[in-house]
């Protein structure tokens, strides 16, 4: 699977105290009509524990320049919980789920459905909203590291 592309997000979800938040790989485009996303998140992760409770969280797309961020909600460096998120500007759009400011896209979601499978859940989100940055180069992960794409 590591030789598998893709770009990197961040999801999110919850307000205040009960953020939570993780990087993700696993994610596409399910319907234009009505728009809906597909996010995969391990059944073992507390992001996807609070994405139930909450019903609505948000896809974050990143940057080439948020590196530090990705690695910080991975998880690797021990970090967790809503002190994730301190070292970045976080906004909201209709659902109340945190949305990184500067991001280049980002997508406001209700949870739809989740199907367990395996290792992972498969997250399915009704867009509600969204909000586009500006163009720039996109990070990406392959073989366990990141690279940049233009």
Avoid at 63 to 78: D, I, K, P, T, V
Wanted: some cysteine.
């Amino acid at each position: 699977m590591g030789a598998l592309s893709s770009g990197v997000a961040i999801i999110a979800c919850g307000e205040d105290e009960a953020r939570a938040g993780c990087t993700a790989t696993s994610l596409a485009s399910l319907s234009l009509a009505p728009p809906t996303l597909l996010v995969c998140l391990a059944r073992s992760s507390s992001t996807l524990a609070r994405l139930r409770e909450a019903r609505a969280f948000s896809i974050s797309l990143l940057a080439a320049r948020h590196q530090a961020l990705a690695h910080r909600f991975s998880g690797h460096n021990g970090v967790q919980g809503p002190r994730r998120f301190d070292l970045a500007q976080w906004t909201t759009l209709s659902t109340g789920a945190p949305i990184l400011a500067d991001a280049i896209a980002a997508f406001d979601c209700l949870v739809e459905e989740v199907v367990e499978r395996h290792s992972h859940a498969i997250v399915l989100g009704a867009v509600v909203s969204l909000k586009e940055g500006v163009e720039e180069p996109v990070l990406a992960r392959r073989r366990g590291a990141y690279a940049t794409l233009v």
